[in-house]
Structures are given as C-alpha cells and as structure tokens.
C-alpha cells in the first residue's frame, strides 16, 4: 500500500483566502481536478455558503483529444453533486479552443472562459510535482504556483490520503490522467508514471 505524506489544512487557508461566491472550478477528468471540485464543494457545505459553483472544462476541438475525459468529467461532475445536494453546482460549462499545439498551456484559456462567465476566484487542480520527475509546462513546484493552485502544495501521494480520508475510492476509477487522454492508459508517459507513483495503480484501476 502507498504510504501517503500528511496532508495538512493548506487547502481550507486557501479557500478562506480566495473563494467568493461565484468561483469556477476547472475540471478535467483527471484526479488533481476531481479533489479540487470535491474540496471546494465540501468547504461551501460545511460552512453553510451560499455560494454557486461553476464547473467548466477546456476543449481542445483541433486536436480532439478531450471527449474520453469530457465523458469521465461529467460522470464525475454527476457525482459529486449527488454528494452536495446543499451545494448550489450549475451546469458544465465547455470552453472549446484551437491548437495544433499539444503541450500548450491552458492558462490563457482558463482565464478567457473565467471572464466570458464573470467569475473571479478560479480554481485549478494543479499539484507539486515529485523532484525525480522532470517538468512539463508550468514549474510545478515554485512558490508562485504553489500559491495560486488550491492544491498547489500537495502532490500525489498527498492525493491519495485525501481519496481515502474523504471516502472518494468510488470516483477513482472514472479518472483520467493518461496524456493519449484514451482507454486503456499507455502506463508509459509521465502522467501515468505519475498516478503510479503516486496511487499506485493506473487509469480504471481501483484503491
């Protein structure tokens, strides 16, 4: 069994700091997005806000690589509003764009859809990264996206405590992480390798 490190309330200091009453919450499919919108959801619930949620999922329509993870995104969506029924979570939100590019950063997208819906606190999924494993895209371990990532100071393996703590074993299974974004999962790119080392398991596997 993975032997998660301890996961301290670095993501209710968060929230406290940045969430208002009309966050958007960007999902993927994948695991890092699922526990951003789950934690979000829980805070609002048990603090009794009266605050509405927006789901949004960025598209990729050129490349067409995201209609497997929107499928699980929306499973996933479906799941946790059955989960906070008291939590007010509107309708997904698809933020299509064009790229050949397929590393680009979404950034600039998260950003565009976050105005096209006037919200102001967003919400990423984003985590550390371990020191053994190389870089891809933002720097995942600088202290300027530690601090702007709900889960900016966790990685992996801090992932799966939270997936035990907060009983998410059912949902585990319909995320996504694999970067062909396809099913089965290569179990060869760093996003799996990842997940691996993190859950110890791959794509559709159970904890």
């Not at 919450?25 to 619930?45: E, K, M, N």
């Not at 976050?114 to 985590?127: D, E, M, R």
Request: proline share 4%; net charge positive; charged share 25%.
């Amino acid at each position: 069994m993975i032997q998660a490190a301890n996961t301290s309330n670095k993501w209710e200091e968060w929230l406290r700091k940045n969430l208002d009453n009309n966050p958007i919450v960007f999902i993927s499919g994948g695991t890092d997005s699922t526990l951003a919108l789950y934690l979000t959801c829980h805070y609002i619930s048990k603090n009794n806000l009266d605050y509405a949620v927006q789901p949004c999922f960025i598209y990729n329509k050129i490349r067409n690589v995201g209609s497997l993870p929107l499928q699980r995104a929306k499973l996933i969506l479906d799941y946790i509003k059955d989960r906070f029924n008291d939590v007010k979570i509107k309708d997904l939100y698809i933020y299509y764009y064009h790229s050949k590019q397929p590393g680009e950063l979404k950034a600039k997208y998260y950003n565009k859809a976050a105005n096209i819906l006037n919200c102001k606190c967003k919400i990423y999924g984003g985590i550390s990264k371990p020191n053994h494993f190389p870089q891809h895209g933002d720097d995942r371990n600088s202290k300027e996206y530690k601090e702007e990532s709900l889960l900016g100071y966790y990685d992996k393996r801090d992932e799966y405590k939270f997936y035990i703590e907060f009983n998410l074993q059912e949902i585990f299974p319909f995320t996504m992480s694999c970067t062909t974004a396809k099913y089965p999962p290569c179990k060869k790119c760093w996003m799996c390798q990842e997940k691996k080392w993190g859950f110890g398991v791959f794509d559709g596997d159970n904890i």
